[in-house]
């Protein structure tokens, strides 16, 4: 089955201590991308990646890194979480090669810092 | 900058239709995207509109004015599963597929 694997699906962690949230997809997509999700303000885009070791910022890059060493993954990393990172966060994939950029998202990672 | 704007929340009835709208001003624009969200779920992928006109699938239909920066979403029939947020999303292009969403607008389908 096509499909983005985000983990973990639910997370409660501390200030300060780094975390990363995996993200995979079986579909052989060129592009992926995060976005975080917040009441009232909705999808924002976090990092995206073209390909393998091209990366670039989304519209709220702070606090975050991420890495493109395969084309299938593309991990989200948080060195020192904050409680303002506290946010539903989506993984997603598409392929220019199917036209539009359509995209796959996964099933989103909740995430918690106290 | 990028610029979305769409009605926060909106209620229907069962069986009724209901149009839901977007208005965008973006730096650059090559479509308008329409996703369903269910309250804790992934967005799923609806419509994509690139000319300007109507374009029909089942009882979702979706327009785009591109000249008026306007689209819309219209629901037919609806369904209480229809019950879900609705974003509206602009691909601003560049070469780099940037997506730049909407709010999301909250519709509630009552009996």
């Known amino acids: 089955e096509a499909q983005v694997t985000q983990n973990p699906r639910y997370l409660i962690t501390v200030t300060g201590k780094k975390l990363t949230v995996t993200c995979s997809q079986n579909?052989?997509?060129?592009?992926m991308s995060w976005y975080r999700q917040d009441p009232g303000l909705g999808l924002r885009q976090i990092y995206y990646?073209?390909?393998?070791?091209?990366?670039d910022k989304g519209d709220v890059p702070e606090g975050y890194k991420v890495s493109r060493k395969e084309k299938r993954n593309f991990p989200l990393i948080l060195e020192s979480p904050s409680p303002n990172q506290t946010s539903l966060y989506f993984c997603?994939?598409?392929?220019?090669?199917?036209?539009?950029?359509?995209?796959?998202f996964g099933a989103g990672s909740r995430l918690t810092v106290l | 900058g990028q610029n979305i704007d769409q009605p926060t929340e909106m209620t229907a009835t069962e069986g009724a239709i209901v149009q839901i709208n977007c208005t965008y001003q973006?730096?650059?624009?090559?479509?308008l995207f329409w996703y369903q969200q269910h309250a804790g779920e992934a967005p799923t992928f609806l419509s994509y509109?690139?000319?300007?006109g109507l374009e029909e699938k089942g009882r979702f239909s979706s327009f785009l004015s591109r000249s008026k920066g306007y689209s819309y979403l219209l629901l037919k029939e609806l369904q209480m599963k229809d019950s879900a947020s609705y974003l509206c999303?602009?691909?601003?292009?560049?070469?780099?597929?940037?997506?730049?969403f909407g709010k999301g607008t909250k519709l509630s389908v009552i009996p």
């Open positions: 973006t730096s650059g624009f090559n479509g």
């Open positions: 990646s073209m390909n393998v070791e091209v990366t």
């Open positions: 579909m052989n997509h060129e592009y």
């Open positions: 509109n690139v000319l300007d």
């Open positions: 999303a602009a691909d601003t292009g560049a070469g780099s597929y940037q997506l730049t």
């Open positions: 997603a994939s598409s392929s220019p090669m199917s036209g539009a950029n359509v995209l796959t």
